[in-house]
């Protein structure tokens, strides 16, 4: 996607726009959650992860995200 192509910017705005259409979308809070820890916003990155934990309890990746956000 753009985050691995080095576009952060446009797949924020991606993401948001998915978010918007479908607010519990797993994948896209755990992926705007990566973003912001990219960036160093660790509030925002843990609210972001406990979103995509809130929209699927079995998604892992945000689980360890959100462990490791801990530490």
């Known amino acids: 996607m753009a985050r691995a192509a080095g576009d952060p910017g446009r797949a ?4 948001r726009d998915a978010v918007q259409m479908n607010p519990t979308l797993a994948v896209a809070h755990l992926e705007l959650g990566r973003i912001a820890e990219d960036r160093a916003e660790r509030d925002l990155a843990r609210r972001e992860y406990q979103l995509a934990l809130e929209g699927d309890a079995t ?4 689980r360890r995200a959100l462990d490791h956000l801990s530490r």
């Open 12 to 15: 924020e705005r991606a993401f």
């Open 59 to 62: 998604l892992a990746a945000a």
